[in-house]
């Protein structure tokens, strides 16, 4: 639990929370989350941002902020009731309990999990996460949509995929029964380095393989390097081609997750599948349960 904590409190409180009993631990905890939690959006703001430009892609923008908002609120409503009842000031709610073990271990509460992306990290990393959505959404928010989604940011990352889908078939006068979605890696290992939209596609990076590698000399699937289980895929690109111009050859058919568990016991976790070049055959990359990920934690 201290090592969850390490990233949250600065080290010379960490040397004291040995000395705290349970509750005092749990306060500390929870004046640290309300400090670093980022804030709300001002929708009203945000929405003033775009005018009367709303496209699908900024649909997605403002149902993922009205999530966020939520989740925000959420947390900022359970902590101040936590505290106020360790304090004494309030009789200690039932549903305080496991928010405060939660607390307690470093780990993410539930009440707080059920309003997030799907998740595995502890509270520490998690935190690190939520910052870096916010940062995301900040800059999408001022009317300037990111040239590189980062796809992890992303409460609803299909969604923004589809909105891009819609958009590029409207744009062109493509009946949607009649094209898909096709994918490409570009040569492009850092997402900084692109400076403009490449073509009329969707960018999108933040993207790992587990059960292969990619080979940026020679573009394609390699099995990977001996106890290295993720690697980081390039930037990929998303685009809209005519399914009947759409010719995988030398292609696996790869599925994209939001963590590690790939998929829950509804079936859901799965945001699209990507076609990644190989030169083996398909089968070894069945065996090796080759996938891509949105988050490794």
């Known amino acids: 639990m201290l090592i969850n904590l390490n990233k949250m409190t600065p080290q010379q409180s960490i040397n004291n929370l040995s000395k705290l009993n349970p509750e005092e631990l749990i306060d500390n905890v929870s004046k640290d989350v309300l400090n670093k939690i980022p804030s709300e959006f001002n929708m009203a703001k945000v929405k003033h941002n775009f005018g009367l430009d709303v496209t699908p892609s900024v649909i997605v923008l403002f149902q993922e902020l009205e999530r966020f908002n939520k989740l925000i609120k ?15 000031k309030i009789n200690f709610p039932t549903r305080m309990e496991s928010i405060s073990t939660s607390l307690y271990n470093g780990e993410l509460p539930k009440e707080w999990a059920r309003l997030a992306p799907a998740t595995k990290k502890n509270l520490a990393n998690w935190m690190i996460h939520i910052n870096k959505r916010k940062n995301q959404y900040t800059d999408w928010s001022g009317s300037n949509e990111p040239i590189v989604m980062w796809l992890s940011g992303l409460h609803v990352p299909e969604s923004y995929i589809a909105a891009f889908f819609q958009i590029s078939c409207k744009k062109n006068n493509w009946p949607l029964d009649n094209y898909s979605i096709y994918t490409t890696v570009s040569k492009f290992s850092k997402f900084a380095e692109i400076e403009e939209r490449l073509c009329e596609s969707c960018n999108v990076h933040g993207l790992f393989l587990e059960g292969a590698r990619w080979d940026r000399e020679q573009h394609c699937l390699k099995q990977s390097y001996s106890k290295v289980k993720f690697d980081e895929l390039p930037v990929l690109c998303i685009t809209t081609k005519k399914s009947l111009n759409i010719h995988l050859e030398n292609t696996v058919k790869t599925p994209v997750y939001v963590t590690t568990d790939r998929e829950n016991t509804m079936g859901e976790g799965m945001v699209l599948e990507t076609d990644l070049k190989t030169t083996e055959h398909n089968s070894l990359w069945i065996l090796q349960g080759l996938c891509l990920l949105l988050n490794i934690d």
Not at 80 to 85: D, H, I, V
Request: hydrophobic content about 40%.
């Open 74 to 88: 959420t947390i900022n409503t359970t902590l101040t009731q936590l505290r106020n009842a360790i304090a004494g």
